[in-house]
């Protein structure tokens, strides 16, 4: 493979795949509702005495006052909502399968693959970037490549919600470093397995989905809208704010791998604290470092985790609201889908901008992991 160092780096398709099943915020909140009374009953004795503490019950309007969701898709519905389970049924595939998250990872990859007007004879690296991968090996990104037949290297990364915005700039270092002519990155977010479907605090965030992003030289570009890459600036911080304790260590530790640690928890109120000022710095650090105002950015793809952080970072950096064509949310349909939300809300609302225009793809969560990209509408 011979390869020249190209000037720029461009975004030149993105793909989106959508699970078929919805789970409205009225359907969560009956299965949970059921699931806690029946808890509730079932211990009144030791309630009563203090010795249990009652499983308080959820309502679809707290929901959509304290986050902005209304419904989330799901990879598979069975099982969720069903109050002897509270977690989906996946049946498990055998290792001549293709596995779950390999399957939609490729339905969004041939997304953008098509959107980009690339074929997989194209392509030099597959990313698969995500809060979660099913398996630690072999790679997903290797088995995608391998169903794609791409020539070329591929492997895994997860930096939870940043782990599409931190696998752009690897993609971005890697077309500019002449090290790949164009890239795959795909975010095969499967979150339900891990929501714990029992915590009235966490049950309705998130959604599954999948999105993918080609990355290529602006040289080979042929696709009808493109995106050059500008600039990208990542930033982390740890915290236990937001938090998974499942591992591999599990076994070892002699603890239960199932258990309430095990699944996504979090300090929802800190965390709102914290990231907000963090993410506030980050983007106007990450413009002043071009020169450039926040009146400069006709579009804020940002990450949606919940409404009132995005009002808020938007509050904090323009004075005032945002309408919706300058920083879109998606999380009213999709919920929060880990890394993959700035990356749909990217997919969903760009066609309207014209040649010139600026933006900003931006990531904020669990680590804390901040991550963002300022890219200028070029085709
Ligand atoms: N129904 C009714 N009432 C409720 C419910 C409910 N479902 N849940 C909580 N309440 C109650 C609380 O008990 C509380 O009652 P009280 O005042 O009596 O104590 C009251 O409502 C207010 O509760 P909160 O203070 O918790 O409510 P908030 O307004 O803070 O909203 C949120 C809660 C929505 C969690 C909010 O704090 C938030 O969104 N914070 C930001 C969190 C965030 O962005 N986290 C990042 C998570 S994503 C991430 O990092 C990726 C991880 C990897 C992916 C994982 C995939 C599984």
Known sequence: MSITKPNSAVISGTGLFTPEHVITNEELVAAYN??????????????????????????????????????????????????????????????????????????????ALKAANKTPADID???????????????????????????????DMLVACSAATFALHRAYEMVMAGTARCVLLINPELTSPQVNYQDR??????????????VESMDTCTASQSYEILSTRAETRFSSNVRSNMGYLSRVNDVDPFGEDKLFHQNGRRVFKEVCPMVDRHLRGHLQSLGLAIKDIKRWWLHQANINMNQMIIQRLFGRKASPEEAPIILDCYANTASAGSIIAFHLHQDDLAVGDLGVISSFGAGYSIGSLIVRKCR
């Open 201 to 214: 605090d966490s049950h309705f965030i998130f959604g599954d989905v999948a999105t993918a992003t080609i």
């Open 125 to 155: 690296a597959v990313v698969v970037s995500c809060a979660y991968t099913q398996r630690s090996y072999p790679a997903i990104a290797i088995e995608v490549q391998n169903a794609l037949e791409i020539e070329g290297f591929a492997f």
């Open 34 to 111: 059921a699931w806690a009374n029946r808890y509730n009953d079932a211990h009144a004795e030791k309630i009563k005495k203090g010795k249990l503490k009652a499983k308080p019950l959820s309502s679809a309007e707290f929901i959509v006052k304290a986050s902005g969701i209304e419904q989330r898709f799901a990879y598979v519905k069975d099982g969720i909502l069903d109050i002897d389970r509270m977690r989906p049924r996946i049946p498990e595939r055998s290792e001549a399968e293709l596995s779950d998250q390999a399957e939609i990872a490729l339905h969004a990859a041939r997304d």
